[in-house]
């Protein structure tokens, strides 16, 4: 039985490469320019504390450290704070997808570091020197680097126009259109009898005839096509 499929556009990639222009509205405009800006003022206020350090000439690898901005700092951990900035302006420069990614993966490093730095605060494991002060800035860093790289990135429902939408596969409830909603009665079975028999799979009941379609249907994508698969095998069956 032929099934006509309407024809899908690719959604237009976006932010993949230096210089890509995302679509002028919407979430396609706000969500790159919160990541990319983001990056570079998270990236500012490291990098003055970073300078800072440094200007004052404090010792590489103190494990007491002085004080800057109300934090406690060495010379190691300013040179880590400007390598770190640079970081960050770098992906920000490249794309807004780099910058997301690299803001999330920041973001997570500091407050590991939090983590780690806390448990050998006024020992002499404490390389960089950390305060109480410190471990509360990197865990508040790391939960705005993380809260900015995941902006419009990480959610269940993407809006249509939104630049990571493409990144996303297709489910179920993409199909949910005219071209997979089942349109006559034969459908209507074989869509109640696919759906039975992927229950039964899950649920380790299934006979092997069942588990045999479940995994023919497995290698096409939307369920318009699953259907058919399921509908070519009933036919082949009544032969």
């Known amino acids: ?21 995302p679509p002028a509205t919407g979430a396609a405009r706000v969500v790159p320019a919160v990541h990319r800006i983001g990056a570079v003022v998270v990236a500012l206020v490291i990098a003055t504390f970073g300078v800072l350090g440094l200007l004052d000439g404090l010792a590489y690898f103190s494990t007491d450290g002085e004080r800057i901005l109300g934090l406690s700092s060495n ?12 970081v960050l302006v770098a992906a920000a420069l490249h794309s807004h997808r780099t910058a997301s990614t690299v803001m999330i993966a920041v973001g997570t490093l500091f407050l590991v570091s939090a983590l780690a730095n806390l448990a ?30 995941a902006y419009g990135r990480v959610s269940g429902n993407l ?19 005219d071209q997979g909603l089942p349109t006559t009665p034969a459908e209507v079975a074989a869509e109640r009898a696919m759906r039975d028999a992927e229950l039964a799979v899950v649920e ?12 023919a249907m497995a290698q096409v994508r939307t369920r318009a096509d699953r259907r058919r698969v399921w509908m070519e095998m009933d036919g082949r069956a009544l032969r």
């Open 204 to 215: 380790h009941r299934a006979t092997p005839e069942q588990q045999r379609r479940v995994a």
């Open 159 to 177: 809006p249509a126009d939104s630049p990571y939408r493409a990144d996303r596969p297709d489910t179920d409830e993409d199909d949910d259109t």
């Open 1 to 21: 039985m032929a099934l006509s499929l309407r024809h899908r556009p690719s959604a237009p990639q976006t932010g993949d490469h230096p210089g890509a222009e």
């Open 75 to 86: 010379g190691l951990l300013s040179t880590i704070s400007l390598v770190t900035a640079a």
């Open 120 to 149: 050998v605060l006024e020992t002499d494991w404490n390389f960089l020197a950390f305060s109480m002060a410190n471990v509360i800035f990197s865990i508040c860093a790391g939960l705005v680097l993380l809260t900015l790289g």
